[in-house]
């Protein structure tokens, strides 16, 4: 079992930063896969990024790639979603999952998941 609390959404103009935190609690926590996900409103969960539970493997999606980096802490428990240079179009609920196995993309896929934090971007 692994629980997942995500912190660090909220409102920032165009062009801005933000880096969400991700902690992971339960015995074996340091041990999955990690992803990053977003939802806007009456869309799908599309894949952002994830992290192999060594952090050496990332991958990204392209809505993401040069502007966005995915981190872990382990000592921490902690995975991180650093965005920069952000554009309304990624306002969404950011979420992140939990998986044994890296390299997943399909947001069916993964066992467990955070509540989600809101990031709004305004233009």
């Known amino acids: 079992q692994v629980n997942l609390v995500e912190s660090g959404g909220g409102l920032v103009q165009a062009g801005g930063s933000l880096r969400l935190s991700c902690a992971a609690s339960?015995?074996?926590?340091?041990?999955?896969?990690m992803g990053w996900f977003r939802q806007a409103p009456g869309k799908e969960r599309d894949f952002i990024a994830l992290?192999?539970?060594?952090?050496?493997?990332?991958s990204y999606a392209d809505s993401g790639k040069g502007r966005f980096t995915i981190s872990r802490d382990n000592a921490k428990n902690t995975v991180y979603l650093q965005m920069n240079s952000l554009k309304p179009e990624d306002t969404a609920v950011y979420y992140c999952?939990?998986?044994?196995?890296?390299?997943?993309?399909?947001?069916?896929?993964?066992?467990?998941w955070g509540q989600g934090t809101q990031v709004t971007v305004s233009s």
């Open positions: 999952a939990a998986h044994r196995l890296y390299g997943l993309r399909s947001s069916k896929e993964y066992d467990y």
């Open positions: 339960g015995r074996t926590a340091g041990t999955y896969a």
């Open positions: 992290i192999s539970w060594d952090g050496i493997s990332t």
